[in-house]
C-alpha cells in the first residue's frame, strides 16, 4: 500500500536580516518553525534554503507557499529609488512639485522645514495633450504624435521605469491605456504603471504618488517573485498584500505596491490572532526586524485598515493595514550627524554585510553590537548559527564613544535609548494621533528584535503590558498561514446623499463584484465560496478627507448612519441632528475574498520548573551574573522576574529590574512592570 503523503502549507517571510519559515500540516495540524540568514544578493536564495529546513523528510505535498516579503518596504525606506520618468496631463507638470501643503508636526514646529525632493525630478517629468472632465468626458483628445515624441525621449535618455497618470482617468482610462500602447511601441523595454489600474480614486497627486511608488518597485519586485516561481515549479505561490490578504505571485507582479507591507501585514494578522486567544482585545503590535520596525493597531481581535498610508516618506493610497514602518531595527546603524549628536537609523546594515558583530565586513555599529556588549543577547544567533564577535563590537562601540566621549557601556545604552525612542514615536503615531490612548493597551511584540526593547517602552509608554507570543521571531511568517486570498477594487463615485442615484451605485457596485468574482475564479475558489465586502467612503460636503464605513446592504440612509456613528467616533464629534449638514459619497468598494483553513494555536503542557544558567548582563551601570532561561523549558503558570534574560531559538527577552514574565496558558510571556520604584523607570 503506497505511503500517504501530508499536505503542508508553507508561510515564508523575508526580511532584511532573517528568513522566518512556518510549515502548517494540514492533516494532523503540527506546526514546524525555523529561521535562516536572509540572502540580499538573491533573496531567493534565502527563501529557498528556509523551505528546504522546515519541511519534514517524510513524503510531502506542498500545498501552497504562502510568502511576505519587505523587498519593496526596504527598497522605499532606505530611498533607493531609481530614475523614474513621469507622463501626466499637459499643464500639471508641476504636480509633485506642488503636492500638499501639509508640513511635519505643523507650521509651529517647522519653520525652517523644506519640502523633501520628488520622487521624480522635474527634468523627467513629460506632459502630453488631451484632456478628460470629472464625469471621462473627452474635452480636447488625446495628443498621439505628443505621446509618441514623449516615448522616445525616454527611450532615447535610457529610462526604463515610467509613471502614466492623466487628469481624471479614475472615470476614463481610455488616454493612460493608449499612452501604454504607444510606450510599448515606442519603447519596449520600459516598464509602465498606468493610475487607472493601480489606484481608480481622484485625487492627482495621491494617485500620481502611488503610481509612481508602484513603478519604482515593480522592476526589483518582479524579478523576485518571477525568481521563486520558477525555482517553485508548478507549486501554488501566493504573496502577501498590505491589505492583510494574499494574492497569486502572477497577479502580484502587475501591482507590486500592493506589497509594500507585506510582512508587517501578516505579522499583525499573526500578533492580532495571539492577542485575540490571551485575552486581550486592545492592542498595540510591534515588528522589530533588523532593518525595520512595523507598528499597528488591535481593536476588537481585527488589525486597523487604512487607505491614508505610507512608507518612509513616500505617501500611499492602497487599501493596507494601518502599519507604520521607521527605520528602527536590529541592523539600524549608530552614527554620528554633522552636528556630532548619536542618531540611530534609518540606514541598516542588514543582513550582508550585516553589524559588526557577524564579522561579515561590516564597518558600522548598530543595535545588535550594542545589545551583544551589554551582554543582553546571547553570543550566537539561532542556536549557534550565527557565531557573533562580541569583541568586534566593542572595539566599534568604544570608537565611536570616543568620538562622544562616553565610555563603552554608556555608549551602548545610547543606543538602545534613542533606538526605544523611536519605536515608542512609532506606536505614538498610531494611537495618540488617532485619537487613542497608549495606556489602554497592551503590547505584543515580535520578530528577531522585537522584544529586545519592549521593557524600556512599558516604561517610556505607560503600557498595560507586554504579550510576547511563542516562536515570536516566525510569528509573521505564521500570520501568512492564517489570512485569505483578497482582493480590493474602488471606483470614485461622488454625490451629494440628497441627490444619489441608487441604481448608479448598484450598479458601480456590481461592475465591482464581476470584477472580484473573476479574480478569485481565477485562483481557483468556486463560486459558493466567494465572500465579498462592501463599503464606502463619506464625508460631511466641503470636508477634504473621508471615512469608509460598511455597506452591508444598499440602504443609504442606514449608511450615512453608520457614517455618523463612524465620524463621531474617530473625531469626537457628528452631525446627525443637522440635516442643513449635507453627507457626499465619495468612493465605492468591494473586497472579494476566498477563504483558507486556519492553524489554531495549541496550548502548552505542564512541565518542571525551570533552571537559569547566569551570563553577564548590564542592565544599568554595571555588569551583573543575571540568570538565562530557556524559553523552551518556561511552562505554564511560571514566572521569571528580572533582571533576567529569556533566550529562545529566534528571539531573545531582556527582563529589566522591576519586571515580571509570566506564562500563560498558550505559552505566551506576559511582561508587567511590578516594582514602579525602580530608578530606571522613567514616567515622562
Same mark, same amino acid.
Not at 485569505?484 to 451629494?496: C, E, H, I, L, S
Not at 529590574?657 to 506576559?670: I, R
Given at each position: 500500500?503506497?505511503?500517504?503523503?501530508?499536505?503542508?502549507?508553507?508561510?515564508?517571510?523575508?526580511?532584511?536580516?532573517?528568513?522566518?519559515?512556518?510549515?502548517?500540516?494540514?492533516?494532523?495540524?503540527?506546526?514546524?518553525?525555523?529561521?535562516?540568514?536572509?540572502?540580499?544578493?538573491?533573496?531567493?536564495?534565502?527563501?529557498?534554503?528556509?523551505?528546504?529546513?522546515?519541511?519534514?523528510?517524510?513524503?510531502?505535498?506542498?500545498?501552497?507557499?504562502?510568502?511576505?516579503? +519587505?523587498?519593496?518596504?526596504?527598497?522605499?525606506?532606505? =530611498?533607493?529609488?531609481?530614475?523614474?520618468?513621469?507622463?501626466?496631463?499637459?499643464?500639471?507638470?508641476?504636480?509633485?512639485?506642488?503636492?500638499?501643503?501639509?508640513?511635519?508636526? =505643523?507650521?509651529?514646529?517647522?519653520?525652517?522645514?523644506?519640502?523633501?525632493?520628488?520622487?521624480?525630478?522635474?527634468?523627467?517629468?513629460?506632459?502630453?495633450?488631451?484632456?478628460?472632465?470629472?464625469?471621462?468626458?473627452?474635452?480636447?483628445?488625446?495628443?498621439?504624435?505628443?505621446?509618441?515624441?514623449?516615448?522616445?525621449?525616454?527611450?532615447?535618455?535610457?529610462?526604463?521605469?515610467?509613471?502614466?497618470?492623466?487628469?481624471?482617468?479614475?472615470?476614463?482610462?481610455? /488616454?493612460?491605456?493608449?499612452?501604454?500602447?504607444?510606450?510599448?511601441?515606442?519603447?519596449? @523595454?520600459?516598464?509602465?504603471?498606468?493610475?487607472?489600474?493601480?489606484?481608480?480614486?481622484?485625487?492627482?497627486?495621491?494617485?500620481?504618488?502611488?503610481?509612481?511608488?508602484?513603478?519604482?518597485?515593480?522592476?526589483?519586485?518582479?524579478?523576485?517573485?518571477?525568481?521563486?516561481?520558477?525555482?517553485?515549479?508548478?507549486?501554488?505561490?501566493?504573496?502577501?498584500?498590505?491589505?492583510?490578504?494574499?494574492?497569486?505571485?502572477?497577479?502580484?507582479?502587475?501591482?507590486?505596491?500592493?506589497?509594500?507591507?507585506?510582512?508587517?501585514?501578516?505579522?499583525?494578522?499573526?500578533?492580532?490572532?495571539?492577542?485575540?486567544?490571551?485575552?486581550?482585545?486592545?492592542?498595540?503590535?510591534?515588528?522589530?526586524?533588523?532593518?525595520?520596525?512595523?507598528?499597528?493597531?488591535?481593536? /476588537?481581535?481585527?488589525?486597523?485598515?487604512?487607505?491614508?498610508?505610507?512608507?518612509?516618506?513616500?505617501?500611499?493610497?492602497?487599501?493596507?493595514?494601518?502599519?507604520?514602518?521607521?527605520?528602527?531595527?536590529?541592523?539600524?546603524?549608530?552614527?554620528?550627524?554633522?552636528?556630532?549628536?548619536?542618531?540611530?537609523?534609518?540606514?541598516?546594515?542588514?543582513?550582508?554585510?550585516?553589524?559588526?558583530?557577524?564579522?561579515?565586513?561590516?564597518?558600522?555599529?548598530?543595535?545588535?553590537?550594542?545589545?551583544?556588549?551589554?551582554?543582553?543577547?546571547?553570543?550566537?544567533?539561532?542556536?549557534?548559527?550565527?557565531? !557573533?564577535?562580541?569583541?568586534?563590537?566593542?572595539?566599534?562601540?568604544?570608537?565611536?564613544?570616543?568620538?562622544?566621549?562616553?565610555?563603552?557601556?554608556?555608549?551602548?545604552?545610547?543606543?538602545?535609548?534613542?533606538?526605544?525612542?523611536?519605536?515608542?514615536?512609532?506606536?505614538?503615531?498610531?494611537?495618540?494621533?488617532?485619537?487613542?490612548?497608549?495606556?489602554?493597551?497592551?503590547?505584543?511584540?515580535?520578530?528577531?528584535?522585537?522584544?529586545?526593547?519592549?521593557?524600556?517602552?512599558?516604561?517610556?509608554?505607560?503600557?498595560?503590558?507586554?504579550?510576547?507570543?511563542?516562536?515570536?521571531?516566525?510569528?509573521?511568517?505564521?500570520?501568512?498561514?492564517?489570512?485569505?486570498?483578497?482582493?480590493?477594487?474602488?471606483?470614485?463615485?461622488?454625490?451629494? /446623499?440628497?441627490?444619489?442615484?441608487?441604481?448608479?451605485?448598484?450598479?458601480?457596485?456590481?461592475? !465591482?463584484?464581476?470584477?472580484?468574482?473573476?479574480?478569485?475564479?481565477?485562483?481557483?475558489?468556486?463560486?459558493?465560496? /466567494?465572500?465579498?465586502?462592501?463599503?464606502?467612503?463619506?464625508?460631511?460636503? =466641503?470636508?477634504?478627507?473621508?471615512?469608509?464605513?460598511?455597506?452591508?446592504?444598499?440602504?443609504?440612509?442606514?449608511?450615512?448612519?453608520?457614517?455618523?456613528?463612524?465620524?463621531?467616533?474617530?473625531?469626537?464629534?457628528?452631525?446627525?441632528?443637522?440635516?442643513?449638514?449635507?453627507?457626499?459619497?465619495?468612493?465605492?468598494?468591494? +473586497?472579494?475574498?476566498?477563504?483558507?483553513?486556519?492553524?489554531? !494555536?495549541?496550548?502548552?503542557?505542564?512541565?518542571?520548573?525551570?533552571?537559569?544558567?547566569?551570563?553577564?548582563?548590564?542592565?544599568?551601570?554595571?555588569?551583573?551574573?543575571?540568570?538565562?532561561?530557556?524559553?523552551?523549558?518556561?511552562?505554564?503558570?511560571?514566572?521569571?522576574?528580572?533582571?533576567?534574560?529569556?533566550?529562545?531559538?529566534?528571539?531573545?527577552?531582556?527582563?529589566?529590574?522591576?519586571?515580571?514574565?509570566?506564562?500563560?496558558?498558550?505559552?505566551?510571556?506576559?511582561?508587567?512592570?511590578?516594582? @514602579?520604584?525602580?530608578?530606571?523607570?522613567?514616567?515622562?
Amino acid at each position: 500500500m503506497p505511503e500517504q503523503r501530508r499536505r503542508v502549507r508553507v508561510g515564508i517571510d523575508t526580511g532584511g536580516t532573517f528568513t522566518d519559515v512556518v510549515a502548517f500540516d494540514e492533516d494532523t495540524g503540527e506546526v514546524f518553525t525555523t529561521k535562516t540568514p536572509s540572502t540580499p544578493a538573491d533573496p531567493a536564495d534565502g527563501f529557498l534554503t528556509g523551505l528546504r529546513k522546515v519541511l519534514p523528510e517524510d513524503a510531502v505535498d506542498i500545498v501552497a507557499v504562502c510568502h511576505g516579503t +519587505t523587498v519593496a518596504t526596504n527598497q522605499l525606506l532606505e =530611498g533607493k529609488i531609481d530614475r523614474i520618468g513621469f507622463i501626466t496631463t499637459e499643464g500639471y507638470e508641476f504636480l509633485l512639485e506642488i503636492a500638499r501643503q501639509s508640513v511635519p508636526d =505643523g507650521y509651529g514646529n517647522s519653520y525652517f522645514w523644506v519640502k523633501p525632493p520628488r520622487i521624480v525630478p522635474a527634468d523627467l517629468v513629460k506632459t502630453v495633450g488631451g484632456r478628460l472632465d470629472h464625469t471621462g468626458a473627452e474635452l480636447r483628445p488625446f495628443d498621439e504624435d505628443q505621446a509618441r515624441e514623449t516615448a522616445r525621449w525616454f527611450a532615447r535618455n535610457g529610462i526604463t521605469t515610467i509613471g502614466v497618470c492623466f487628469l481624471h482617468a479614475y472615470a476614463n482610462p481610455a /488616454h493612460e491605456l493608449r499612452m501604454r500602447e504607444i510606450l510599448a511601441e515606442e519603447h519596449p @523595454a520600459a516598464v509602465v504603471s498606468v493610475s487607472c489600474e493601480v489606484l481608480r480614486e481622484y485625487r492627482e497627486y495621491e494617485r500620481a504618488m502611488t503610481t509612481l511608488i508602484d513603478a519604482a518597485v515593480k522592476p526589483r519586485v518582479g524579478r523576485y517573485v518571477q525568481s521563486i516561481k520558477q525555482r517553485l515549479g508548478d507549486t501554488p505561490f501566493y504573496i502577501m498584500k498590505s491589505n492583510g490578504g494574499v494574492l497569486s505571485a502572477d497577479e502580484v507582479t502587475k501591482q507590486p505596491i500592493t506589497t509594500v507591507l507585506s510582512g508587517p501585514a501578516a505579522g499583525a494578522l499573526g500578533a492580532a490572532l495571539v492577542a485575540r486567544t490571551a485575552g486581550f482585545d486592545r492592542v498595540l503590535t510591534l515588528d522589530g526586524g533588523g532593518t525595520s520596525t512595523d507598528v499597528s493597531v488591535v481593536l /476588537h481581535g481585527e488589525p486597523t485598515l487604512t487607505t491614508e498610508g505610507s512608507i518612509g516618506a513616500y505617501p500611499s493610497k492602497i487599501p493596507m493595514i494601518d502599519v507604520v514602518t521607521v527605520g528602527a531595527g536590529g541592523g539600524s546603524v549608530a552614527w554620528l550627524s554633522p552636528e556630532g549628536t548619536l542618531k540611530v537609523g534609518p540606514r541598516s546594515a542588514g543582513a550582508d554585510p550585516g553589524p559588526l558583530c557577524y564579522r561579515r565586513g561590516g564597518s558600522e555599529p548598530t543595535v545588535t553590537d550594542a545589545h551583544a556588549v551589554l551582554g543582553r543577547i546571547p553570543p550566537h544567533l539561532l542556536g549557534g548559527e550565527v557565531p !557573533l564577535d562580541v569583541q568586534a563590537a566593542r572595539d566599534g562601540l568604544a570608537a565611536l564613544g570616543a568620538k562622544l566621549g562616553l565610555s563603552l557601556e554608556a555608549t551602548a545604552t545610547g543606543i538602545l535609548e534613542i533606538s526605544a525612542w523611536n519605536q515608542a514615536n512609532a506606536l505614538r503615531q498610531v494611537t495618540v494621533k488617532r485619537g487613542l490612548d497608549v495606556r489602554d493597551f497592551a503590547l505584543t511584540t515580535f520578530g528577531g528584535s522585537g522584544s529586545l526593547l519592549a521593557c524600556r517602552l512599558v516604561d517610556i509608554l505607560g503600557l498595560r503590558a507586554v504579550v510576547v507570543p511563542r516562536n515570536p521571531g516566525n510569528l509573521s511568517a505564521f500570520g501568512l498561514l492564517t489570512v485569505d486570498v483578497k482582493n480590493d477594487y474602488v471606483q470614485t463615485y461622488v454625490a451629494r /446623499h440628497a441627490n444619489l442615484d441608487v441604481d448608479a451605485v448598484q450598479g458601480h457596485f456590481d461592475v !465591482l463584484t464581476r470584477r472580484a468574482a473573476e479574480a478569485l475564479d481565477a485562483e481557483g475558489f468556486p463560486r459558493d465560496q /466567494h465572500r465579498y465586502v462592501r463599503s464606502a467612503d463619506l464625508r460631511y460636503y =466641503g470636508q477634504a478627507f473621508e471615512v469608509r464605513v460598511p455597506v452591508d446592504d444598499l440602504d443609504p440612509d442606514a449608511v450615512v448612519a453608520g457614517f455618523h456613528d463612524a465620524h463621531e467616533q474617530l473625531y469626537g464629534y457628528c452631525f446627525r441632528h443637522r440635516p442643513e449638514q449635507q453627507v457626499e459619497w465619495v468612493n465605492l468598494r468591494v +473586497t472579494g475574498i476566498g477563504p483558507i483553513r486556519r492553524p489554531t !494555536l495549541p496550548s502548552l503542557d505542564a512541565g518542571p520548573a525551570a533552571q537559569p544558567t547566569f551570563r553577564r548582563v548590564c542592565f544599568g551601570d554595571e555588569y551583573a551574573d543575571t540568570p538565562i532561561y530557556s524559553r523552551d523549558d518556561l511552562r505554564p503558570g511560571d514566572t521569571v522576574e528580572g533582571p533576567a534574560v529569556i533566550d529562545e531559538y529566534g528571539s531573545t527577552v531582556p527582563l529589566h529590574p522591576g519586571f515580571t514574565a509570566t506564562v500563560d496558558t498558550y505559552g505566551n510571556l506576559v511582561l508587567t512592570l511590578v516594582d @514602579a520604584s525602580w530608578d530606571g523607570r522613567d514616567d515622562s
